[in-house]
């Protein structure tokens, strides 16, 4: 299975901050189709996951664009500009170009 | 708009089996599939497979074969998850969600509690 090591574990930052979280996978994550499926997901506390950005970069719809992604190959990173307080929670990187489908272990995004 | 909505809490003994369901709404049920994850009481995400709304056909993580069987209520829109024999560490809060861009609208979530 592909091994998805996302850091930090948690993350203080300060409101109107910046936050980056890493996500850097055992192998490649390059489907055999040229694309890259890396997306990245928020779990605010008590409510399922949103999606946030899928395909490295790609901003889904109603998602802010203090959020972006970028990365390649193995090595792919998170970035809020200006943190609100409805960015708090956990967020998660999954690979979804190998079976099985994996996710990052989390990163708790809190307020220092 | 889309919408997963799915059944309520459950508490069941071990051995016993559940079955949770999924009902989708606001798009064409059989032109996307559906994935499981399941949460454990303070984990993170851990996929449990998907299934072909179209065929039927579902695909389980090896952690989840044997145990655990998705099935489709097409006309009704809903996606099932069963799990029989039920073990302590089956608590867990269940998603489905929609196989779309990404794995990307999701479901509100069942806990499942198994105690004795």
Known sequence: DVVMTQTPVSLPVSLGGQASISCR????LVH????????????????????????????????????????SGTDFTLKISRVEPEDLG????????????TFGSGTKLEIK | QIQLVQSGP????PGESVKISCKASGY?????????????????LKWMGWINTYTGKPTYADDFKG????????SASTANLQISNLKNEDT??????????????????VMVTVSS
């Open chain 1, 32 to 71: 055999s189709n040229g694309n890259t499926y890396l997306h990245w997901y928020l779990q605010k506390p008590g409510q399922s996951p949103q999606l946030l950005i899928y395909r490295v970069s790609n901003r889904f719809s109603g998602v802010p664009d203090r959020f972006s992604g970028s990365g």
């Open chain 2, 67 to 74: 145990r655990f069987v998705f099935s489709l209520e097409a």
């Open chain 2, 28 to 44: 064409t049920f059989t032109d996307y599939a559906m994935h499981w994850v399941k949460q454990a009481p303070g984990k993170g």
């Open chain 1, 90 to 101: 956990d967020y998660y990187c999954l690979q979804s170009t190998h079976f099985p489908f």
């Open chain 2, 10 to 13: 459950e508490l069941k003994k």
């Open chain 2, 92 to 109: 867990a809060t269940y998603f489905c969600a929609r196989s779309g861009l990404a794995v990307d609208y999701w479901g509100q979530g």
């Open chain 1, 25 to 28: 996978s055992s192998q490649s």
